[in-house]
Nanobody
Framework: VQLVESGGGLVQAGGSLRLSCAAS????????MGWFRRTPGKEREFVAG????????SYVDSVKGRFIISRDNAKNTVDLQMNSLKPDDTAVYYC???????????????WGQGAQVTVSS
């Protein structure tokens, strides 16, 4: 599967961005999906996950109440709405499948190119 992230950019603290993940070569509706992020010098971390139907979501504590993950299985896309952004949210964001609804382990390899999100203070 080829995953393509889009929607990144530069935003001031307190602002919002919406990321989108599109896939080719596989139907995402069959998979639980997640968003991850990586900053220089740190390992990639789980940010948010959504089960195959969209009924259940999970978030890392640092983004709870600010980020919303959603999916449109008809369009084969998974989105991440990011609100009240903070400088600490600056990272390259990636989408990937998850090994299970309650998993934070990525499923697919290789990763996409990611979307750069930069939040200025």
């Amino acid at each position: 599967v080829q995953l393509v992230e889009s929607g990144g950019g530069l935003v001031q603290a307190g602002g919002s961005l919406r990321l989108s993940c599109a896939a080719s070569g596989r139907t995402l509706r069959n998979y639980d999906m997640g968003w991850f992020r990586r900053t220089p010098g740190k390992e990639r971390e789980f940010v948010a996950g959504i089960n195959w139907s969209g009924e259940n979501t999970s978030y890392v504590d640092s983004v709870k109440g600010r980020f919303i993950i959603s999916r449109d299985n008809a369009k084969n896309t998974v989105d991440l709405q990011m609100n009240s952004l903070k400088p600490d949210d600056t990272a390259v964001y990636y989408c990937n499948g998850l090994l299970g609804a309650n998993s934070r382990t990525p499923r697919f390899d290789p990763w996409g190119q990611g979307a750069q999100v930069t939040v200025s203070s």
